[in-house]
């Protein structure tokens, strides 16, 4: 079974998915900052990689993709970081990333590689449905990777149906119209967004992202969804920690509610 | 010269041979679907098209003249006609595709408008049309151009845009495109984004060509009053994104008897690492919503182009002119600063004609082309250039 399944299978508490740009602040911190989630006590990882056009990201996230860029980080670099992650790494993995340095290294290749490290699934924004199911599901399929989709505000039924339907995992359900980072928070808008997503009852879990950032933010978004998604607060952490094991911790920990 | 097999077209499915398709984040699914549900029903309806010949004819200007440039056609022992739209309203080409699309967003029932413009001339288009019609305007603008294209930034200021510099990569086109993109994901529901070029996620490719393709529209009748005959040997443009090429090469496409050539910015050499001729340097990838060919690393990370015209400064090209290249159904030439600067010069010595360091480019070709005495070329003389003075002022010395 998928890590990603069983987690979501067994877990009744809001579950926590933290967003960590690969190779940032330092080149070589991947590890430490993966190691440092997992201690804290976060449920899935998701992993940046980095692109020099992130157009879904905002200023925090596309910072840090060109810093971890400019110290050297690549696809084959990241692989080789994470080669040896599991078993230490207990938890789901994710790869988020865009579909261009997917493409130059090779779907195939890159899959391939993702199975060997022990990565769980992707989140590719730029890859939209109908060119996944026509060129890649067969590919992510044969080396049990699940495609994370995302559906935001003004996603149509329709489409979250069809969404639902291709998808595995989780749904990555977008809070507001926005780039990451955009905005903080969560509103009775959004909240009644949440509800009306729920009331659809798809197959697939969701776990809320952009705009969480605290504990209070964290547990409005899980209560219309399993659980929520960080991703520009902790990167900011992450450029600005003097003592990085130690805040990773005590951030995740405080998301959670614990001591 | 062209295989009977391969068409030019755009497919169902938004395609150009292997290159096109929407590679766009889910936030801008329900604005680029709604367009691409309704772009060619709106277009095709009888009050747009009124209102589209309308603006062309009495707030552009069209039709823009197709000269004989008698002084060039005798330097290079051949026919050259300059298809003149350097003289459509606000100084280029780009105002055809601008008229359009304000045509679209309010049928879509948007009232902002969002765009990214590199050398400016689509930026000042953008702000032309939304002023005319009464629209929110913002501009994304990297933040090397603001500096290098002055006065078209002074331009859009007057006609009430907001001008945003893109202060992110190597701030030129391509990061003001990420802008304009990330506009839009955080202003779906009430803003359109005019793209500028043939790029971008399907539709915009075929409908910014479609709207271009006056061009070509025209130079067919044109051609034929003057020549007999309502084709060229030879139709030059310049290609960035490709807009004015596109709408040029239009109804040329299945035109076996003309041979289409598009000059790409080399800038410093294609060799020299300071480049912008993406059919040289390119490889297939996915950029701003499209496939095509796109200078990147073995990585896979966009490559920061360079050339010294603002609007070839571009590191893809659009999906049209990737598979013309590939299908080897145009011919491209690379066509470095220097050889720019002398085109720009030569054309406004022979015939009173500044062109836009873009449109330099494409009248470069003519030292390369080997064309015969007899044989008819038409040039897209795709802007004015006026917003370059400075940069010709410093390059050709013109204050010594």
């Given at each position: 079974?998928?890590r990603i ?8 508490e809001p ?11 330092n080149?070589?911190d991947?590890m430490?900052?993966?190691n ?6 976060v ?8 692109y020099?056009?992130?157009v879904?990201?905002g200023?925090t ?12 980080m690549?696809?084959s670099?990241?692989?080789d970081q ?23 290294f ?23 449905m ?7 599901q067969?590919i ?41 980072g ?14 009306r ?8 879990p ?9 504990r ?15 991703g ?15 805040e990773?911790?005590?951030f995740?920990?405080s ?5 | 010269?062209?295989?009977?097999g391969?068409?030019f ?5 938004g ?6 398709g929407?590679?766009?984040?889910e936030?801008?699914y329900?604005?680029?679907?709604e ?7 709106y277009m095709?309806?009888?009050s ?7 603006l062309?004819?009495?707030?552009v ?7 004989k440039a008698?002084r060039?056609s ?29 045509l679209?967003?309010?049928?879509l029932?948007?009232h902002?408008?969002?765009?990214e413009?590199?050398?400016g001339?689509?930026?000042?288009a ?11 305007c913002?501009i994304?603008m990297?933040?090397?151009d603001?500096e ?6 002074a ?9 945003v510099?893109?202060?992110?990569g190597?701030?030129?086109?391509k ?9 839009w ?9 005019i793209i500028g070029?043939?790029?971008g996620?399907?539709p915009?490719?075929?409908m910014?060509?479609k ?15 003057k ?9 030059l ?19 076996p008897?003309?041979?289409l ?12 690492g300071?480049?912008?001729a993406t ?5 297939p ?19 920061e ?14 999906p ?7 299908s080897g159904?145009a011919?491209?030439?690379d ?12 054309c406004s ?10 449109t ?15 044989e008819?070329?038409?040039?897209n003389?795709?802007?004015r ?6 940069t ?9």
């Amino acid at each position: 079974m998928n890590r990603i399944s069983a987690l979501f299978a067994s877990r009744k508490e809001p579950i926590l998915n933290i967003y960590a740009t690969a190779g940032y602040p330092n080149l070589g911190d991947t590890m430490l900052v993966l190691n440092a989630l997992q201690e804290g006590g976060v449920d899935i990882i998701e992993i940046g990689m980095p692109y020099s056009d992130p157009v879904a990201d905002g200023e925090t996230i596309q910072q840090s993709n060109q810093v971890s860029l400019d110290q050297g980080m690549t696809v084959s670099h990241l692989f080789d970081q994470l080669k040896n992650m599991r078993p230490s790494i207990s938890v789901p993995v994710l790869l988020m990333g865009y579909i261009n340095p997917v493409l130059q290294f090779g779907v195939e290749r890159f899959c391939q590689k993702c199975q060997e490290v022990g990565v769980d699934g992707l989140i590719l924004p730029d890859l939209p449905m109908a060119e996944y199911q026509q060129s890649y599901q067969s590919i992510f399929e044969r080396y049990g990777l699940f495609n994370i989709f995302l559906i935001t505000p003004q996603t149509s039924d329709e489409r979250i149906k069809q969404i639902d339907a291709v998808s595995e995992g989780f749904i990555y359900m977008v809070s507001s119209a926005s780039t990451t980072g955009a905005k903080s928070g969560i509103s009775t808008d959004q909240e009644t967004y949440f509800k009306r997503i729920e009331a659809m009852n798809l197959k697939n879990p969701r776990l809320v992202g952009f705009g969480i950032s605290d504990r209070e933010s964290f547990i409005k978004a899980s209560n219309g969804a399993s659980g929520a998604i960080i991703g520009s607060a902790f990167v900011k952490l992450l450029g600005n920690a003097k003592n990085l094991r130690e805040e990773i911790v005590g951030f995740v920990k405080s998301i959670k509610g614990l001591k | 010269m062209i295989d009977a097999g391969i068409s030019f077209h755009v497919s169902e499915k938004g395609y150009y041979g292997d290159f096109g398709g929407a590679f766009i984040p889910e936030m801008l699914y329900p604005n680029v679907e709604e367009l691409r549900l309704h772009y060619l029903e709106y277009m095709m309806e009888p009050s747009f098209q009124k209102e589209f010949h309308f603006l062309l004819k009495d707030f552009v200007g069209r039709p823009t003249p197709l000269f004989k440039a008698e002084r060039l056609s005798a330097k290079y022992n051949t026919q050259i006609y300059l298809k003149r739209e350097d003289l459509c309203h606000t100084g280029a080409h780009k105002v055809n595709n601008t008229i359009g699309q304000i045509l679209m967003a309010k049928r879509l029932g948007k009232h902002k408008i969002v765009a990214e413009t590199g050398a400016g001339q689509h930026g000042v288009a953008t702000a032309t049309v939304c002023a005319l019609m009464g629209m929110e305007c913002i501009i994304y603008m990297g933040a090397i151009d603001i500096e290098r294209q002055a006065p078209n930034v002074a331009r859009m200021k007057m006609l009430g845009a907001t001008v945003v510099a893109a202060q992110s990569g190597s701030k030129t086109l391509k990061d003001a495109t990420n802008e304009a993109m990330r506009h839009w994901i955080n202003h779906p529901v009430d803003t359109h984004y005019i793209i500028g070029s043939v790029v971008g996620p399907h539709p915009y490719p075929d409908m910014v060509a479609k709207f271009q393709s006056i061009i070509s529209e025209e130079i067919k009748w044109q051609l034929q009053e003057k020549e007999g005959r309502d084709y060229p040997d030879y139709i030059l443009a310049c290609v960035g994104g490709g807009s004015n090429a596109a709408g040029a090469f239009y109804h040329y496409l299945d035109e076996p008897r003309t041979a289409l050539i598009a000059a790409e910015a080399a800038g410093q050499g294609i060799s020299s690492g300071h480049s912008a001729a993406t059919t040289f340097l390119g490889k297939p990838g996915v950029l701003h919503g499209s496939k095509s060919l796109l200078m990147q690393t073995e990585d896979g990370q966009v490559i920061e182009p360079y050339s010294i015209s603002a609007g070839l400064d571009y590191p893809g090209i659009g999906p049209l002119h990737a598979h013309l290249a590939t299908s080897g159904r145009a011919k491209f030439f690379d066509i470095t600063d220097e050889e720019a600067l002398a085109a720009a010069l030569e054309c406004s010595m022979l015939e009173g004609i500044i062109p836009a360091l873009e449109t330099a480019h494409a009248l470069a070709v003519f030292g390369k082309l080997g064309a015969k005495p007899n044989e008819i070329s038409v040039v897209n003389l795709s802007g004015r250039g006026d917003k370059d003075l400075a940069t010709y002022q410093k390059a050709l010395k013109l204050n010594d």
